[in-house]
């Protein structure tokens, strides 16, 4: 029996909220809400299939994430796990603590309910099969199939304890990083810096006199040097942090904030070679943006036209609870590109 809850939202769409979602539902409404929102048809049942997504263009990229701490009710958590294969599902219990467990679970969930969404319905999250590339990076693996030619998505997925994102493009690779402003450091920042990152990274960082900005500058960096090797497919083992720098080109739009560090969205990330025996190349478009305020995110997509390099990636931000509610956001201003 169907038992749902029909809401007319602000932005004249109907909603459907199952009556266990009703409470949570009405607490959102009393704060503004972005739109415009994709909804889906949910019943006490939760349906397992996720809200079809058309399929993105050659550039374009699309960016999904979930706040861990928005995703409490147990049926739901239930229903995640019910979609995982057999060793997704052994890998997680192996893991100690409930934090880290619901976490990784969101990941897979995420990453098989928003790859669903390309197919139009045809692969459902729960029948998604991977692999991974020599160096441990996932792949999807679609099944054969003589009626139907599955489109050739990348993804990539990164996770703070706070926000799990998945970054989904069409033919070409993406490498996504996601950290908290605000991380702590398990080591003294300048010897962090020392440690993992070039000499003219290490000159850049030690030449901002304000620590605040300083520490804000080291993350941005560290985010951004992730998702290009995450891109490369490669890892930090295969691609080290210390054999290429990012390096912010200042453009005609872009300011100084008196300490030595550039921020506008003007201002152009470009990748620098210095281990010669990895092969490092600058056709590669990046993004940094902030997600709800507290985390940086940073996009890293393979071009290999590069026409213009000052275009930035096009991208589109959803905000989901898988199986409950997906809402398009704002794209936010661009920090670098």
Not at 42 to 49: A, I, Q, T, V
Not at 118 to 139: C, D, I
Request: glycine content about 4%; aromatic content about 10%; hydrophobic content about 40%.
């Amino acid at each position: 029996m169907k038992i749902t809850l029909h809401v007319t939202c602000s932005s004249g769409m109907i909603k459907f909220v199952p009556r266990c979602y009703m409470l949570s539902f009405l607490c959102k409404r009393s704060c503004p809400m972005p739109i415009p929102r994709l909804t889906s048809k949910l019943f006490s049942s939760l349906s397992s299939h996720s809200v079809p997504i058309a399929l993105l263009s050659h550039r374009e990229t699309h960016f999904w994430y979930i706040l861990p701490d928005e995703v409490k009710d147990q049926a739901l958590l239930n229903q995640y796990r019910e979609i995982l294969s057999p060793c997704e599902r052994e890998n997680i219990l192996s893991m100690k603590g409930n934090d880290l467990q619901k976490g990784a679970l969101l990941a897979r969930a995420l990453v098989r309910t928003t790859l669903s969404r390309y197919t139009n319905s045809h692969v459902a999250p729960k029948s998604l099969m991977f692999r991974k590339n020599q160096y441990g990076k996932p792949e999807v693996e679609w099944q054969p199939d003589e009626n139907w030619n599955p489109p050739s998505l990348h993804f990539n997925i990164s996770h703070s304890s706070s926000l799990i994102a998945c970054g989904v493009t069409l033919d070409v690779p993406i490498g996504i990083d996601v950290e908290e402003k605000q991380r702590t450091l398990k080591s003294n920042l300048l010897s962090f810096t020392r440690r993992y990152f070039s000499s003219d990274e290490v000159e850049y960082i030690c030449a901002i006199s304000d620590p605040e900005i300083q520490k804000q500058e080291l993350n941005k960096l560290w985010t951004l040097k992730e998702a290009y090797v995450k891109a490369l497919g490669r890892g930090i083992a295969a691609a080290p942090f210390k054999g290429f720098n990012i390096k912010f080109i200042a453009t005609s739009n872009s300011k100084e904030q008196g300490s030595g560090a550039f921020v506008s969205k003007a201002s152009h990330v470009v990748v620098e070679a210095i281990d010669a025996s990895i092969h490092h190349t600058n056709n590669w478009r990046f993004a940094l943006f902030e997600v709800v305020g507290s985390h940086y995110a940073a996009i890293c997509v393979k071009d290999s036209k590069m026409e213009d390099e000052a275009t930035p990636i096009k991208l589109k931000v959803w905000k989901t609870i898988p199986f409950v509610e997906d809402v398009r956001v704002s794209v936010p201003q661009f920090l670098c590109i």
